[in-house]
């Protein structure tokens, strides 16, 4: 199956069986389009090679993509570095709504799922973009002007991209929203005073004091301190977020609260602030934390392993520095680390040796695959809510789960619990035990990527990363030595997957249903249904991708309804065989190798 924006989302999400028709109507554009192509909008014609688009420079720069690829960070090389930093990303359309003679040139399918964002500004799609930002600078010389005085986070909205740049519509939209709900410092300050105390807040600098470097991330900037010829050599990280103001502001909060420990995130060097357009309010935009040049762990795990160049003991200390951190956080803190994934563990070298840096407190969640059956099942619910509440949709097979999970597992907490606006229930709504407990679990599975070498525990159907193994996915070992293996078993303990094996070591009981539905599998930038070898040597359709992906997405809502069922008042204690913390670190004290 061909991938775009819109069908991946729905098929990653238990949205589809709300989306069915939808996506369905999607494909059957795709058909008419292919079957109406001739010659002149061929792919192969070379005069529709975006190729010929690069005897220009870049005019601007490109650094990633997220949305699944419909929203490019874009920055104009022609303006002083000072006045870049405005955050002002690029958006298009879905992919399916680009002219099928454009789709394999400007490498459509790859940038729906890329997380390695140095090969985003190698797709065509990067370079037509920087086409026609520069042909509209050309056809309107004042546009640079404007876009300067544009609100921190506002957007760039590009239309009907063709094959001639100074065709497409371009628009910006201005980020008054996100203007008025930024606070000033003095607000956060009243608002946290009994648990920040005033002396303990960084300094307040403006976002004109920083230096523009790169993007890493939709949040993640690459700073410097500093104006021209007063540039800070040394980098930082700016952490900001564009889509709003909530998630940001709880993060910095954590991190100001949270006493300092080797492998987490330490507290924020600088407040950064921005003067709003309208009214003059200096509001929080971001916050800055120190810049660690090797980055994620994600990227390097799958080359340390392949070129054995550490050891057994050397994984092991990684694993004990992470659970070392998580225990400081629970006990020191009181909250937990939802998130906990090798994108969010950075690499330091400290001395030589190496040193983990746990990241990224803002606690949305974690992606399906990370999630503890306690966790996960309430997830599925909560989208489900989500997404039937935001398309107006009502499906009485579904309203029963949506009340069923609501009566079971929320009432006494949702009164009570102190969370983020639209964060994670599934995690707030857990006791402390409970939390406790659930990161024990993603303990267990980032165990499993340090010893078998992955970016993430399967391949995901929306997240690509540099090297994927398709061979090798949790919960099968290839690399890991036994005692290992016993641990992440011990700690995992539940997990739908074990029971796919048909293995119940330590099974919770928790996923237990008559019947297992086959899933959507991904090899590269193709979907296909699992243990069809990509659909490569059968006639398999789109149409019967999207059929298995609702099939396993109505069964998966089945085995959740089952699970609520089954549980209802005894919701709060599930969960708990897993060890404790404390335990975990002394297991791997513990481990030794011949």
């Known amino acids: 199956m061909e991938l775009s924006s819109f069908v991946v989302d729905a098929l990653w999400r238990p949205k589809l069986v709300f989306l069915y028709e939808q996506v369905k109507k999607k494909i059957d554009a795709r058909y008419q389009n292919s079957r109406s192509a ?81 090969i985003v500004p190698t797709l065509g799609i990067s370079r037509l973009l920087s086409r026609v930002l520069a042909s509209h600078c050309e056809q309107n010389p004042g546009f640079l002007n404007q876009y300067q005085q544009l609100p921190f986070g506002s957007k760039i909205r590009i239309e009907n991209l063709c094959l001639h740049p100074e065709q497409a519509d371009l628009y910006t939209i201005p980020a008054c929203d996100l203007e008025r709900k930024t606070r000033s410092v003095s607000y956060l300050q009243e608002l946290w005073k009994d648990s920040v105390p005033l002396l303990s807040w960084p300094e307040v600098i403006d976002l004109s004091s920083l230096h523009f470097i790169k993007q890493l991330h939709d ?51 600088h407040v950064v602030t921005s003067v709003s357009r309208f009214g003059g309010k ?21 080359v340390r392993v392949r070129d054995r160049s550490w050891s057994s ?171 290992v293996q016993k641990l992440i078993k011990k700690y995992t303990a539940g997990a739908p997957e074990w029971e796919a094996e048909g293995s119940h070591e330590g099974d919770r009981q928790l996923d237990i249903c008559p019947k297992r539905a086959s899933r959507v599998a991904r090899r590269g930038d193709k979907m296909h249904t699992e243990g069809l070898g990509g659909g490569h040597s059968i006639s398999e359709t789109e149409y019967d991708v999207l059929r298995t992906g609702l099939n396993w997405w109505t069964t998966k809502l089945q085995r959740a309804e089952f699970f609520f069922k089954r549980h209802k008042d005894s919701y709060r204690d599930i969960g708990m065989i897993q060890p404790i913390l404390h335990e975990v670190y002394m297991d791997l004290e513990n481990l030794t190798f011949n």
């Open 313 to 483: 003991a050397q994984q092991v200390n990684w694993c004990r520095q992470i659970v070392s951190a998580l225990i400081h956080i629970h006990f020191k803190t009181g909250l937990f680390c939802s998130d906990l994934r090798p994108d969010n563990i950075l690499l330091h070298k400290k001395n030589e040796t190496d040193c983990l840096i746990l990241c990224d407190f803002e606690q949305r969640g974690n992606w399906h695959e990370w999630c503890p059956p306690e966790v996960l099942y309430a997830q599925y619910v909560e989208n489900l809510s989500m997404d039937q509440s935001s398309a107006g949709i009502v499906h009485s097979s579904w309203r029963e789960l949506i009340e069923l999970y609501h009566r079971v597992s929320l009432p006494a907490k949702r009164a009570t619990c102190e969370k983020v606006a639209n964060s994670n229930w599934p995690w707030f709504v857990l006791t402390p035990e409970q939390q406790e407990k659930s990161q024990v679990y993603l303990v267990g599975l980032i165990m499993y990527c340090i010893f078998e070498g992955l970016s993430n525990v399967r391949i995901s159907l929306a997240n690509a990363y540099r090297y994927e193994d398709p061979e090798v996915e949790f919960p099968i070992f290839k690399r890991t030595p036994v005692l």
């Open 219 to 269: 949040s993640v900037s690459v700073v410097r301190l500093g104006g021209p010829g007063q540039i800070s050599k040394s980098s930082l990280v700016l952490k900001s977020n564009t889509e709003g103001v909530t998630h940001l502001y709880h993060e910095l909060k954590f991190l100001l609260t949270c006493p300092s420990h080797p492998n987490v995130m330490p507290k924020p060097l």
């Open 282 to 302: 200096h509001g929080v935009i971001g916050f800055t934390l120190p810049y660690y040049p090797a980055k994620s762990i994600s990227n390097l795990l799958p």
């Open 38 to 118: 001739d010659w002149s909008t061929s792919s192969l014609n070379p005069k529709n090679r975006i190729n010929t688009f690069d005897k220009h420079p870049a005019a601007w720069q490109i650094d990633g993509a997220t949305n699944f690829g419909t929203r490019f960070f874009a920055v104009p090389h022609s303006l002083p570095a000072k006045q870049t930093l405005l955050r002002v990303d690029v958006f298009i359309s879905d992919q399916d709504e680009i002219p099928w003679s454009l789709r394999y040139a400007l490498d459509l399918s790859r940038s729906v799922l890329l997380r390695d964002w140095d």
